[in-house]
């Protein structure tokens, strides 16, 4: 995986499905961060910035050195060596293409998309939400099978696709995540895009976010990057439950028109995977 996507630029958002920032004990975090809109996320992080070198202009805010490591698997999630609780987050990805102008991002374009999984520390007072997301190779997942995008915006592919997420632990497979269809989210399609352009071009040093204009003027400015668009809500068991040594995780990004969510855990169960409109994301916990 690394070789086809080393030179990505990797970003997150946070709070774009409702609920998901509490379940998870992160609203503390973003007390402080005001948006025009009650319903839109709260920030962009960065889990990943390729080719990072210190940028000539001056610099508010040089990122963490793990940030340069790249952290995506398609089948193994490395927990961290210290004893700390960490977290399946479910959500979509979406491989973009960026255009710039001036230095500033004039359009992002979503080419692909599919099951990834935004593994988290649970870590209360970190500095910046970037520090609980990137803790070495293995710390965070990317489907192999992603599926390609028609356009996006409503009427089109993305429509019929739901999320769900499961977690398996001696032999048992478990909801982690709700089933929800994936215009769910709070911001998607043009909405979501115009969002993610102009908070990369205006967010600063602020509270738990970093200045990704500077840390992408750093990178080069990457054409193309891996965003992934929120976590999903937890159901009761995902909330309570960490990730142990030899749990496996699936998230699974399926066409509701063409399965059904039992045959989605069928399908998991016996490891029949499904080929069609659909994109599982199977990894391994050691």
């Known amino acids: 995986m690394q070789k086809t996507y080393e030179n990505y630029l990797g970003l997150g958002i946070a709070g774009n499905f409702a609920l998901h920032l509490a379940q998870a004990g992160e609203l503390e975090d973003f007390k402080d961060i005001i948006t025009e809109d009650e319903a839109a996320p709260k920030g962009i992080f960065p889990f990943y910035l390729p080719s990072y070198t210190p940028s000539t202009k001056n610099i508010t805010r040089t990122p963490k050195d793990i940030l340069t490591t790249f952290p995506l698997s398609s089948n193994t999630i490395k927990l961290p060596c210290r ?50 997301k990137n803790w070495g190779p293995n710390s965070k997942g990317f489907a192999s099978t992603l599926i390609e995008i028609d356009s996006f915006q409503e009427g089109f592919i993305l429509d019929n696709f739901s999320i769900c997420s499961f977690l398996k632990r001696d032999n048992t497979l478990t909801a982690y995540g709700e089933n929800v269809a994936l215009n769910g989210y709070s911001y998607f399609y043009e909405k979501l895009t115009l969002w993610i352009k102009n908070q990369i071009n205006t967010q600063k040093d602020f509270g738990p976010l970093e200045p990704l204009s500077e840390y992408i003027e750093a ?60 994109s599982i994301l199977h990894q391994k916990v050691i």
């Open 83 to 132: 004893d700390v609780n960490v977290q399946t987050e479910p959500e979509v990805g979406l491989i973009c293409e960026i255009n710039y102008k001036d230095g500033e991002i004039e359009s992002i374009r979503p080419t692909h998309f599919g099951a990834y999984n935004d593994c988290s520390i649970r870590v209360a007072g970190a500095d910046k939400i970037s520090d609980k």
């Open 219 to 278: 990178c080069k400015h990457p054409s193309k990057a891996i965003i992934s668009i929120g976590a999903t809500r937890y159901t009761e068991y995902g909330e309570k439950t960490f990730l142990s040594p030899a749990d496996e995780v699936f998230v699974v990004v399926y066409n509701h028109n063409t399965y059904s969510l039992e045959e989605i855990q069928t399908s998991l169960n016996t490891k029949q995977y499904l080929r069609e409109d659909i």
